[in-house]
């Protein structure tokens, strides 16, 4: 059977509730005869806050000396910190490729940079998403804020599985695409021309406001995004607080250019990064509040994250920032909160990735991942639960650049470069001529237990643990060339 129909043939029969055995040929296959969810104990509630170039170090939870984030220290406390959680690359579509789909994005042809206000790609719509493996399980399904694969309405997230839609749909750094659809009583400038409407405007860091697949405030507020995104979760949780629900927020911040409202401004003592990261603090903190007052505390698994490394924060004490390969380009802060489920005050530092949240997420709900195509991501339950001896199931992770080349991997406590980071050349003082460039070595190997910070390439000294790291590299990238599937266009 066509893997398209059956997914489309699906949700539209599936609707809201639908039972198992109204489920496609890819959810019943993957059953394989396990125990079925529980349903006498109710399915859990999932909420997914995923920060945009919030680095290793933006936390005092993480290690922090100058920044407050009570609430992420509270989830820390009440639940556990993953010390090696990786995203899939050092760029946010990717990254959130990997987040909807559970896949590299070299796997779904998403790996190739950021998309842009006159990108023509976006994520196809024949994948199968973290939101409507859930919502074939019942759940109310909302995402909230920064979108970033694809704006077209064919790629929007009410085409992917959400049932509603409330944000920007790329990078706040942006411009108004042409065609856009606007909705009746949308919020315009008084001159906003037919000629906008169809061309576009190419304005940076003017950015439209959606509401599912129409804008409703162009330019948007930038300065009450946080506010407004964290009431719209509320709302929602609120009304659909009898039944179980998966909110994925992706915010916008702290993406360059950094807003604030009146409301934070001033208030950190660290500068404009410092007020922006403590109202994003304060919106877990709120939602942690609705959750407890609406009896869904213990009904809920809050996980947060970001997409990639610092850009306007810190990695420390990793090396390297968002776009780069070392650590501190694609190893994320990881909260995980739930209750009575997630023991308080633990921490795992095993390796686990975006990926596995949809795997994770689907366990959990009673749902099985699709069985017709490869899913990358593993089932990380047993890390998050702590189970007694409870392994990485990763025998390699695999890194790349933020053009989507393979750079690198990491098995164990080893991490081995392919694609190494040029070093950072020392400005010249006046007068002098620039001292010549270093080459970068051909292969860099780094033991992460001894040598976080990554500036001891061992790899002269354990040949053989290069090699084997190399095979790894080749099996990999022939699985990706045998095994990829088309990216969504127009």
Not at 253 to 276: I, N, R, W
Not at 407 to 417: D, E, Q, T
Request: charged share 25%; hydrophobic share 40%; aromatic share 8%.
């Amino acid at each position: 059977m066509d893997a398209r129909v059956t997914r489309r043939s699906f949700l539209k029969a599936a609707g809201v509730g639908a039972a198992a055995l109204a489920a496609p040929r890819w959810l019943r296959a993957a059953a394989g005869g396990e125990k079925p969810f529980d349903e006498a104990q109710g399915r859990p509630n999932f909420i997914v806050i995923f920060a945009d170039d919030q680095g290793y170090g933006d936390m005092a939870c993480y290690g922090s000396k100058t920044l407050k984030t009570p609430n992420w220290d509270r989830m820390a406390a009440e639940g556990m910190k993953l010390t090696d959680f990786y995203v899939t690359a050092p760029v946010c579509t990717p990254s959130r490729s990997s987040l909807m789909t559970g896949c590299y994005p070299r796997r779904i042809g998403l790996h190739q940079h950021v998309l842009f206000p006159n990108s023509k790609k976006g994520l196809n719509p024949d994948e199968i998403t973290i939101a409507e493996v859930l919502k074939a399980r019942g759940y109310a399904t909302a995402c909230v804020g920064k979108w970033h694969l694809g704006f077209q309405q064919k790629f929007l997230p009410t085409r992917q599985g959400f049932d509603t839609y409330y944000g920007i749909p790329f990078s706040n750094d942006m411009a108004l695409p042409a065609e856009m659809s606007y909705a009746k009583d949308a919020k315009l400038p008084a001159d906003f021309p037919d000629e906008t409407r169809q061309k576009g405007e190419n304005k940076r860091n003017v950015v439209p406001l959606m509401r599912d697949e129409e804008v409703i405030e162009y330019p948007a507020d930038q300065a009450t995004l946080t506010e407004r995104y964290t009431e719209e979760v509320i709302r929602f949780i609120t009304a659909n607080k009898d039944k179980p629900f998966f909110v994925y927020l992706p915010h916008t911040m702290c993406h360059y250019p950094l807003h604030v409202s009146e409301k934070f401004k001033g208030t950190s003592g660290a500068g404009l990064f410092g007020d922006v990261i403590a109202g994003m603090d304060w919106s877990t903190g709120e939602i942690l509040k609705a959750l407890q007052r609406l009896g869904l505390d213990e009904k809920t698994l809050v996980i947060y994250t970001s997409d990639n490394g610092a850009a306007a924060g810190s990695s420390a004490p990793l090396r390297g920032k968002k776009g780069s390969v070392w650590e501190g380009g694609m190893r994320e802060p990881c909260l995980v909160r739930w209750p009575g489920k997630v023991p308080a005050g633990s921490v795992c530092s095993e390796v686990a990735t975006i990926m596995d949240l949809l795997p994770t997420l689907a366990g959990l709900a009673g749902a099985k991942v699709p069985a017709d195509r490869v899913i990358d991501g593993k089932d990380i339950w047993p890390l998050l639960s702590a189970r007694p001896g409870a392994k990485s199931p990763y025998e390699a992770f695999f890194y790349h650049t933020s053009q989507g080349q393979l750079a690198g991997v990491r098995s164990g406590k080893w991490k081995l470069l392919v694609q190494v980071p040029a070093a950072r050349r020392a400005k010249p003082k006046k007068g002098e001529k620039p001292a010549p460039q270093p080459k970068p070595p051909a292969a860099a190997l780094y033991d992460l237990q001894a040598d976080l910070t990554e500036s001891q390439n061992v790899a002269d000294e354990h040949p053989d643990v290069v090699q084997r790291l190399q095979e790894l590299l080749a099996k990999f990238d022939a699985d990706i060339k045998a095994n990829s599937r088309p990216v969504g266009t127009p």
